[in-house]
């Protein structure tokens, strides 16, 4: 049997934010992703999706259950499993081949190869000629394409990606999908991706996981069964999207409902 890419195995987290009571954020959460897959997490805000993410980059602890990556424990960050966050983190000093370089430096490996990694790696992501632009002389896409290529040149078993277009416009959101669906397929990475668009997780995904609202459990998985590159005209498409309207609708509905009485 395969091993796991990511295995997920009871996990609870408990945030104690400071002098006040504990926050409750994912309980006894239980899910893998296979080697390869496109996994997209949609639930209501609060429900825990970011500190997942955390916890599988290794960011954080969890509070009960277990993580594994490919069999292993994660006990720490490593750069087998990447993180990228809605707005790309790049260092605004640095230009974007050194970006993607500095990420390289920390693997130990060689300066002259660094460079030359940084560019066959952003010549795949398009930005071939962007190589020695400051990241603020690029546009929004350009950016999350540069902080992909950060995170692609560690050759990561996991890509894991929060919100990573919410702050795109449209077209843009809907190329940078097309550019993740092709990059996927090229580096053979599991994706875990955490998105609030129905659009978007059935779009990209092989299996959404969907979360109630806090304190986050999986309320079900649904496995999306269109071909790629997939149509929003379909109906199959539609019925998808009916499905996890009616999924979310009802954990919305708790999520408000918890805020007004806190
Ligand atoms: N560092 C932290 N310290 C204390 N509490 C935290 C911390 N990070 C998250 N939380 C709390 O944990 C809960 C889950 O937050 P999290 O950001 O993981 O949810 P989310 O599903 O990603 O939300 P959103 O969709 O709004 O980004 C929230 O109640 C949040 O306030």
């Known amino acids: 049997m395969t091993r796991a890419a990511v295995s997920v195995q009871n996990v609870s987290k408990r945030w104690t934010p400071e002098g006040r009571a504990p926050v409750l954020a994912l309980d006894d959460l239980s899910f893998d992703v296979a080697p390869g897959e496109f996994v997209v997490l949609l639930g209501p805000s609060g429900c825990g999706k970011s500190s997942l993410l955390y916890m599988i980059a290794g960011l954080e602890e969890v509070s009960e259950g277990r993580l594994l990556c490919d069999g292993e424990a994660i006990v720490e960050p490593s750069a087998e499993r990447g993180l990228i966050f809605q707005e790309a983190s790049l260092f605004p000093w640095l230009t974007i081949a050194d970006n993607v370089a500095f990420g390289l430096s920390i693997q130990h490996v060689l300066p002259e190869r660094r460079r030359e990694i940084a560019v066959e ?45 919410a702050a795109l416009d449209v077209q843009t959101r809907a ?29 990209l995904a092989d299996r959404v996981v969907v979360f109630t609202a806090r304190p986050g459990r999986v309320k079900t998985i649904v496995p999306i069964e269109l071909p790629r590159p997939r149509q929003s005209r379909d109906p199959r498409y539609h019925a998808y999207r009916d499905q996890f309207a009616d999924l979310l609708a009802d954990e919305v509905d708790r999520a408000f409902a918890e805020q007004e009485v806190v």
Do not use: N
Not at 138 to 148: D, E
Not at 176 to 203: N, P
């Open 121 to 165: 790696t952003l010549r795949r992501v398009g930005l071939g000629d962007m190589l020695d632009k400051k990241p603020d002389e690029l546009s929004g896409g350009m950016r999350q394409r540069a902080a992909c290529a950060r995170a692609l040149a560690m050759r990561p078993k996991v890509l894991m990606m929060d919100e990573p277009f």
């Open 175 to 203: 190329r940078m999908q097309d550019f993740l669906l092709q990059i996927w397929r090229d580096s053979g990475a599991s994706i875990l991706l955490v998105t609030h668009s129905i659009d978007e997780a059935i779009s």
